[in-house]
């Protein structure tokens, strides 16, 4: 290993490379678009040498402590086996892989939930858990039919990655699970699909071994059986996600665990229509995300975000760098995203031109809708069941766009949070993320009781660049603790009058209607309601559209601001009218007077994007290009 640190050095010093993307104010030509697509490969080399030189997570057992070294290992070898720069690192990074699939052959439960202490109290991570999309994608651009190089992955390591996978799925694959009562399981969708599209991937790897091929499966199946039920099963799934949306909606650690399965089906499949459906639907998120993001960095609203993402994160960082030369590269070397690093996939013309065109796409406003809602869960023992229902409005997703700033909220059903799928409801975000800084944000969040978790502790409404956003009570809402709003580092305060101004790339102001604020001690970028069940008003604005910052302050303090027991009116800036909203009641907020219905929303409506409701039919334009994706 001593040559392959040498190698390492030598190559990262000698590859510096920052190839930032053009900045445009006007829509891309074709030209524009041909030359954004030709910095696509050097972008993703100059992430994978950066993963060689500094592999995250680490390779070396004795940093990372028991099979999560595994992952390390994996993560960096993939990255060498896809550079080649010469005989001794492939043998190096074969030796890597090796060491990865014998730690993973040792775990004692390669099922194992994620957080499960093993022996010694090492925690253990389970095979499906990105580990298996590592290997799978390593033998099909590496191995004896290698799409990127034929025979750089090992016979003997190629055998033993089959081997791997039949030990987990013979046990952990049945025909029973491809069906549609699998189809929106309770719980981590990330999870679930990670597991679903290990069963596929470890059925297409055995079907063609001849060790395997005939064995039967625990539950009496064949991989060729497997791989048909899984591919149908594929198919199905896609086309639900892409009627009625993703459950973990934007989440910034978990939407590559849910992608990274959508760039092996459009990357392997032998489906047509499979490979079809996963590039269709891999276009239309990220044009959903194109429409909702400055810089490379999304502003609309996001499900599952932890304390530590708030100010920094965005999903599927790295890729998007990679793709659009905008935004963070630092998240780039996330193993989770090694599925997408190294996918042929690259989105359509018209979602680049989307991307990058920020000051020609105007503002606007975005609509999408999210499911989430479980009905009928049932409890055995401390393990919950049931599935969530589609069909029932739960998440509007609200994101008002301009060159300046992007504002988001979700706004949700008024139901208790017993009947809330977790991984909807967990750790919304809502605020205004503000042009040139990642970390120029202004978030309304909850602090939980214990650990980092609280579920559907937001209860919002938006108009425009207008939002209240309140703490849902208990009852609706679980751990939920101290409302607070997060306002990033690069934001000037002022205080007045009970609110609080900021200018960066646009002017925000935040008033608690009811009991005033305290600064957090510790982390003064914290504001902190004095009365947590007070509706907080969150207000943005353009600052061409003022002659300055006083002007703007005066605006607000002038905005007509009205309560009446439970009931809250303000009078939003601009064309955002009169939001009416009351906390004791279903509804779910007034705009000029009528009422806020989730469930009579297209599945996706913008300038750019459109979605009937139930629809199959997705099209995306763009400066007279247009797409049409089919579900």
């Known amino acids: 290993m001593q040559y392959l640190r040498v190698w390492l050095s030598v190559l990262f010093s000698a590859y510096s490379l920052m190839a930032a993307g053009a900045t445009y104010a006007a829509p891309l030509t074709d030209a524009d678009i041909s030359r954004v697509y030709s910095q696509i490969e050097t972008r993703r080399i100059d992430l994978l040498r950066w993963e060689t030189e500094s592999p995250s997570p680490s390779p070396d057992c004795n940093q990372s402590g028991g099979e999560q070294c595994a992952l390390g290992k994996l993560n960096q070898a993939l990255a060498i086996l896809y550079l080649g720069a010469d005989v001794r690192a492939i043998a190096a990074a074969n030796t890597e892989i090796t060491d990865a699939v014998a730690a993973l052959s040792n775990v004692p439960n390669l099922t194992a939930e994620r957080g499960e202490e093993g022996p010694g109290g090492v925690a253990l991570r389970p095979f499906d858990f990105m580990r298996a999309g590592f290997l799978y994608r390593a033998v099909r651009l590496f191995g004896r039919s290698g799409t990127k190089a034929t025979q750089r992955l090992t016979a003997a390591n190629e055998a033993s990655i089959a081997a791997l ?13 491809a069906g549609p009562d699998h189809l929106w399981p309770w719980g981590s969708e990330n999870i679930s699909a990670q597991i679903d599209a290990t069963c596929w991937q470890a059925a297409d790897l055995l079907r063609s071994d001849a060790r395997f091929a005939a064995r039967s499966y625990q539950d009496g199946s064949t991989a060729a059986a497997q791989y048909a039920a899984w591919t149908g099963f594929a198919k199905t799934y896609i086309s639900a996600r892409a009627r009625w949306g993703l459950v973990e909606f934007f989440a910034p650690g978990y939407s590559r665990g849910t992608l990274g399965n959508l760039y092996g089906y459009a990357d392997y499949a032998q489906d047509p229509e499979l490979k079809r459906l996963a590039h269709d639907f891999l276009d239309m998120w990220w044009a959903e995300w194109a429409q909702g993001q400055i810089g490379g960095v999304y502003g609309g609203a996001k499900a599952r975000v932890y304390p530590q993402q708030v100010g920094a994160r965005s999903p599927m960082d790295g890729t998007s760098w990679m793709y659009f030369g905008q935004g963070e590269k630092q998240d780039g070397r996330a193993p989770g995203l090694a599925s997408s690093t190294l996918s042929s996939y690259v989105p359509s013309p018209e979602i680049v031109d ?26 055995r023992g401390r393990e919950r069941l049931g599935s969530t229902n589609p069909n029932i409005p739960a998440v509007l997703l609200v994101t008002y766009v301009t060159p300046d700033f992007v504002m988001g909220s979700a706004v949700v059903a008024k139901v208790p949070t017993a009947m809330w799928n977790p991984a909807s409801s967990q750790n919304h975000s809502a605020g205004v993320l503000l042009a040139g800084d990642p970390s120029a944000r202004v978030v309304a969040y909850s602090q939980s009781i214990k650990g980092t978790n609280y579920y559907n502790a937001l209860w919002t409404m938006q108009s425009k660049a207008t939002q209240i956003v ?11 603790s101290d409302m607070r709003v997060w306002f990033g580092s690069p934001l000037q305060k002022l205080e007045r009058n009970g609110w609080v101004f900021v200018s960066g790339s646009a002017y925000v102001a935040v008033h608690p209607v ?23 008003i969150i207000q943005a604005a353009r600052k061409s559209d003022f002659a300055g910052f006083g002007a703007f302050q005066s605006a607000v303090l002038a905005a007509t601001l009205g309560q009446n027991g439970s009931i809250v009116t303000f009078h939003g800036l601009g064309s955002a009218g009169i939001l009416t909203w009351d906390e004791s009641s279903a509804s779910l907020g007034q705009i000029n007077g009528a009422l806020v219905d989730i469930g009579s929303s297209p599945q996706f409506q913008s300038p750019f994007m459109h979605q009937a409701a139930d629809s199959g039919e997705v099209v995306i334009s763009k400066s007279g290009r247009t797409q049409n994706l089919r579900f």
């Open 354 to 379: 989307l991307a990058l065109d920020v000051e020609g796409r105007g503002a606007y406003e975005v609509t999408a809708r999210a499911p989430g809602i479980v009905p009928n869960s049932t409890r």
């Open 514 to 536: 009811n009991g005033g604020y305290h600064w957090d001690a510790i982390d003064s970028r914290w504001l902190v309601l004095n009365d947590n069940s007070s509706p907080i």
């Open 470 to 480: 309140q703490k849902a009570p208990a009852g609706y809402s679980n751990n939920a």
């Open 165 to 177: 996978f039949w030990s987990w799925a013979n046990v952990d694959c049945r025909l029973s699970d």
